[in-house]
């Protein structure tokens, strides 16, 4: 009986003695424990600190715009005083009673809609048949393609107006639709083709072993994922396209057909044309609304484009 007791307490007194040890190792794989979680809060505090100063560089100059847009023209060019913040409706009451600024708008917006459609069918059906239909020189093709993304459209800006000039197409929307949409092509079908080659290839030959053809393939089973890509071409081209100012400038002379940029440029003010900037301004920022909504509204489509436009073909 003595002996099962001294066992007994035996084994108690090495519970006792391991325990100790127990809570001493917790108690050392805390700082280990901790070390991850500080490296988390350093790191989001990075990322916090990081993406309010970029939010900065992008609001900072919003922000200004609309001051300015209230402000009158004396104050926008004078320098900062009490009046800095004495904002008022008035700039943009005068836009809004401009009847050219309004038709500028209605101009801009069937050039931009038009060059965003045309921009979209075009590169997605460029972007197909360079990801999915194997052809001699497919590689050196759109290399070229790619090449002419390096040159800016100033540089060609003086043949294309003597050609567009020669087809009587000049002086008319449609010709500023063809040239905003030559412009712009290259990245459309840069983006569609990757996005194109992102997709597996086995979900085509399901559809050809149920019987379906090209065209039925394309609208039918790979539209639905393509759908990214796709709108990052066309708000491309769009956003591209209602802010242009130099193309529209050169292809356009009757005033009837200025797009909205080029019809802000002649809010002008005084016998010896001086440019009123309080109206400009505010004719800025009613511009900025369009892109501002469209590029909120597709948002997540623009990122996913861009970012299956990486993916390797």
């Not at 917790?26 to 350093?42: H, K, L, N, Q, V």
């Not at 085509?204 to 990214?228: C, M, N, W, Y």
Request: contains cysteine; positive net charge; aromatic residues 10%.
């Amino acid at each position: 009986m003595a002996t099962v007791t001294e066992v007994s307490a035996a084994r108690g007194a090495g519970a006792v003695r391991r325990r100790p040890a127990g809570s001493a190792g917790s108690a050392g794989s805390a700082p280990g424990a901790g070390g991850p979680e500080r490296d988390t809060r350093i790191k989001r505090t990075l990322y916090v600190v990081g993406g309010t100063l970029a939010a900065l560089v992008f609001l900072v100059p919003l922000v200004i715009a609309f001051v300015r847009a209230g402000q009158p023209g004396d104050v926008i060019v004078a320098a900062p005083d009490a009046r800095f913040f004495e904002l008022s409706w008035i700039n943009f009451q005068a836009v809004v009673d401009q009847p050219a600024v309004w038709r500028g708008i209605l101009n801009s917006a069937i050039v931009s809609i038009s060059t965003a459609v045309l921009t979209a069918v075009l590169a997605t059906l460029a972007g197909y048949g360079f990801a999915k239909f194997p052809f001699r020189g497919r590689g050196v093709l759109f290399g070229m393609v790619l090449v002419t993304l390096m040159i800016p459209f100033q540089a060609i800006l003086t043949p294309l107006y003597l050609q567009m000039n020669v087809m009587g197409l000049t002086d008319s929307l449609f010709g500023l639709v063809l040239f905003y949409t030559t412009v712009n092509l290259p990245f459309g079908i840069f983006v569609m083709r990757n996005t194109f080659a992102s997709v597996p290839a086995e979900l085509e030959d399901s559809a050809h072993v149920d019987g379906a053809g090209t065209i039925r393939i394309l609208v039918s089973v790979l539209r639905p994922l393509v759908v990214p890509g796709t709108a990052t071409a066309a708000l491309y081209a769009f956003l591209a396209s209602w802010t242009e100012f130099l193309g529209a400038l050169t292809f356009l002379t009757d005033q009837s057909l200025y797009t909205l940029p080029v019809s802000l440029v002649n809010l002008q003010q005084g016998a010896y044309g001086q440019v009123n900037f309080g109206l400009l301004a505010a004719g800025s920022v009613i511009a900025m609304i369009p892109c501002v909504i469209l590029y909120v509204a597709l948002q997540r489509y623009y990122v996913a484009g861009l970012a299956s436009g990486s993916v390797k073909g």
